[in-house]
């Protein structure tokens, strides 16, 4: 009976088993307070257990009342945040306040963690080199399990890195560099792999574009992302539309995620509706296969352990929420994250840069005539951009075409 239970629940979501835990344990004190006839009460019982067993193996650790899973509290992205106006989803940034998103709301509100003086004290001690300026300027302001990940460090245990690129555009702009700076520098200084995924299946579902220009796209994004130097020996970049087709071990995994996920989940985490492809219901769970270390088993040799750390935009931490959820319940670690804050657009902070609007962006192949066009067309005096140590005026940048050194040089202020 204990093992059909345990089936019947393992479809629902560590929150929902949550709530069936807290609503049992209610029957249960309320059949012992009317003094419910005593194989009632027993029944009760076993059922409260087959749901607390349920939900450790789901979540790996002990249900406590009043303490609802972080990483599955729900997000409400609508109209009705009427506190902060905020929406921020993997698809769309937007804010109604001149200054921005408020990030300390959004940790809130996803249930990550702030990087404090304390981490970024560890990451220098623990690696022997300074902090990157992105850490130290809070343009990395937040993270799940980076502890974990430097305990493992520590221990002389591997890791590897992975982030990626949605080829929406020819070219990437400016805003698309700060991860992949960022996560260059954790290459070089934890000396670990990195696998980069360009999911250019997910702009055919996404956008109006045909499969041969999203695939296109993907291999001109490459090659800005070849640009930044990463560690040839150590750096995979794959292509979804080639790899899947390669790769049993990461479609494999791309199964086994679909079928602890369910159709009520995703609708909760991305806002999908009942006109949406089935490709873009399915997508989730092949941004999540890359965070289990059998994807790759030409890199990890089939090794199962090797625990994961995702630098990325905190838009894209819902995708990474579900991959950890469903982690437990194929015996994989949860992968870690550091989310970054977005790169406001020309326009303005209300909302991000976007390859989708041309107009908002400075693309790393613009001209320098099609630069200063673009500055001088936006009211703000003052937008910058991030270089080395600083924030730099865009009207001290030249461009050139596949911008070698992070594709900036500066001129003399």
Not at 61 to 90: C, H, I, L, R
Not at 122 to 138: A, D, M, Q, S, Y
Not at 290 to 300: K, M, N, V
Not at 378 to 386: G, H, N, P, R
Request: neutral net charge; proline residues 7%; aromatic residues 12%.
């Amino acid at each position: 009976m204990a093992d059909l239970q345990n089936c019947d629940f393992c479809s629902l979501n560590p929150l929902e088993l949550f709530e069936q835990v807290t609503a049992q344990g209610e029957k249960v004190r309320s059949l012992k307070a009317e003094k419910a006839p005593k194989d009632e009460i027993d029944t009760a019982v076993k059922l409260l257990l087959s749901l607390k067993l349920s939900y450790k193996t789901a979540t790996g650790e002990e249900y406590k009342p009043g303490s609802p899973p972080a990483d599955f509290t729900p997000v409400s992205n609508g109209p009705g945040d009427t506190e902060d106006n905020d929406f921020v989803d993997p698809w769309t940034v937007q804010t109604s306040n001149a200054k921005g998103v408020d990030y300390d709301k959004l940790i809130v509100r996803f249930g990550s963690s702030k990087i404090d003086k304390d981490l970024i004290n560890r990451i220098e001690r623990v690696t022997g080199h300074k902090p990157h300026h992105f850490l130290c300027r809070g343009i990395f302001f937040s993270h799940r399990d980076m502890n974990q990940i430097l305990d493992a460090y520590e221990n002389k245990k591997p890791f590897y890195l992975y982030t990626g690129r949605g080829p929406s555009a020819e070219a990437m702009h400016v805003g698309h560099l700060i991860p992949f700076t960022f996560t260059k520098w954790l290459q070089e200084v934890f000396n670990v792999p990195l696998v980069i995924q360009i999911t250019d299946d997910e702009k055919y579902l996404w956008k109006d574009m045909t499969l041969e220009k999203a695939y296109q796209c993907a291999i001109e994004n490459i090659k800005d992302i070849i640009a930044c130097g990463f560690d040839i020996n150590k750096t995979f970049i794959f292509s979804d539309l080639e790899y899947l087709g390669m790769s049993p071990g990461f479609y494999r995994n791309i199964v086994k995620i679909q079928k602890h996920v369910t159709f009520n989940q995703v609708k909760g985490i991305f806002g999908f509706t009942d006109s949406d492809c089935i490709g873009k219901i399915s997508f989730p769970a092949i941004q999540a296969a890359p965070s289990f270390s059998t994807s790759f088993p030409q890199i990890f040799n089939n090794k199962s352990n090797i625990p994961c750390l995702i630098p990325c935009a905190i838009d894209q931490d819902p995708y990474f929420r579900m991959t950890r959820d469903v982690a437990p319940r194929l015996g994989f670690s949860k992968p870690a994250l550091l989310h970054s804050v977005f790169f406001p657009a020309l326009q303005g902070a209300q909302t991000k840069m976007s390859s989708s609007d041309p107009n908002s962006s400075i693309f790393l192949t613009d001209t320098p005539k099609q630069i200063k066009t673009k500055v001088r067309k936006q009211k703000s005096a003052v937008y910058t951009i991030i270089f080395n140590h600083t924030w730099v005026p865009v009207h001290h940048l030249t461009f050139t075409n596949r911008l070698p050194n992070f594709f900036v040089s500066l001129h003399s202020l």
